[in-house]
């Protein structure tokens, strides 16, 4: 399973941090060959892995066996992932980021709907207030060009069918941000 790397994805991930989606994170861990080639490439290039407590909780959930759940505790634990701290006044400002970039991407849409989780759009929030870390996700469509910018994308060729998946490496664009945060508070004034 080769992982194919965008150009110029070493340097604009190098020395930075990186929370890491639920989707990529299970990615890496059923796939030895994959997690073993990508975690050359991070320690490589000094990038330090996060995972919020929600990715963890997701990555977690509906596990049944105890054996499944202390296999995945232990990936968890691996030298390479930090789990970011979530204190009670940190997850306030994270809520109330949410809460904007919902609206922003409702507004944004094309069928005035948003798709992105809870669980998304919390990441979203932390990513819009904690220096602005990166994230690699197997769904960009949940975080969306209006306000995040895509450096570029890592390629997981898997043996056998061919079948490639393809993982974003995004940032958070706080001009991007304010522009539609300014557009938000015009329409909502418009209305009131």
């Given amino acids: 399973m080769p992982l194919l790397f965008s150009l110029g994805l070493h340097q604009s991930l190098s020395g930075k941090y990186s929370y890491v989606d639920n989707d990529f994170l299970s990615?890496?861990?059923?796939n030895t060959n994959v997690?073993?080639?990508?975690?050359?490439?991070?320690q490589s290039n000094s990038v330090q892995l996060l995972i919020d407590p929600f990715i963890e909780f997701e990555f977690l959930r509906d596990i049944f066996l105890p054996i499944q759940v202390d296999n995945r505790?232990?990936?968890?634990?691996?030298d390479f992932f930090t789990m970011a701290p979530m204190h009670q006044e940190q997850f306030k400002i994270i809520q109330v980021n949410a809460m904007v970039l919902?609206?922003?991407?409702?507004?944004?849409?094309?069928n005035n709907k948003s798709s992105s989780s809870l669980v998304d759009l919390l990441l979203a929030g932390r990513l819009s207030y904690q220096g602005y870390p990166l994230l690699i996700t197997g769904n960009k469509k949940d975080f969306p060009s209006c306000i995040f910018d895509t450096l570029g994308v890592i390629n997981i060729e898997h043996e056998g069918d061919g079948?490639?998946?393809v993982f974003s490496i995004i940032k958070f664009n706080k001009d991007k941000f304010e522009v539609c945060s300014r557009a938000l508070d015009s329409l909502n004034k418009m209305v009131d």
């Fill in 73 to 78: 505790r232990k990936f968890l634990s691996k």
């Fill in 163 to 165: 079948e490639m998946r």
């Fill in 27 to 30: 990615e890496l861990y059923n």
């Fill in 35 to 42: 997690l073993t080639e990508f975690a050359t490439f991070i």
């Fill in 102 to 110: 919902s609206r922003i991407y409702k507004h944004k849409s094309n």
